[in-house]
């Protein structure tokens, strides 16, 4: 029993060295990027949305791919506008009041691959996030904002991967 334990350790520490974490598939034909600053479209986005939500994508996609980023002529293009953001009343009470609101961000993106013109794309990608109606938006606006954006730029990232 013993020898079957340490055949299993074994084997786990061989299989565990051999894996590799990666969010954009290694076989992409790209070695750089750039992301315009999203435009603000959404009337009801805090001011400067688009470009704190532009630094957070750019942030995303350098921490999970081996893609560089680049001002000038890169190999993918990204742009895209803030195109809604609003609250919405999500679950309600016998009383008819809201017991949770939701924030929900929606956002076009523009993708030009600048090696492969078949893997470009134009596509439109909405994430919300639920708070306790009891509080006040603009309490948990910033908590909110962070967990739409990372929502949204997984989206980005993983809709780059499945092109490839």
Known sequence: M??????????ALVGCESLE?????????????????????AANAPAGYGISYTEYLRDFIVSRSKLKLTAEEADIEISGK???YFTSPVSIQSDENAATNRLTISIEVSVINNKDEKQSFERNFSQFSDYDASLDLSAVEDELIEDINEKLSQDIVNQLSSNW
């Open 82 to 84: 803030i195109s809604k």
């Open 2 to 11: 013993r020898k079957l334990i340490h055949i299993f350790i074994c084997i």
């Open 21 to 41: 974490y990666s969010m954009l598939d290694g076989s992409i034909d790209a070695e750089s990027f750039s992301v315009e600053i999203f435009e603000e479209q």
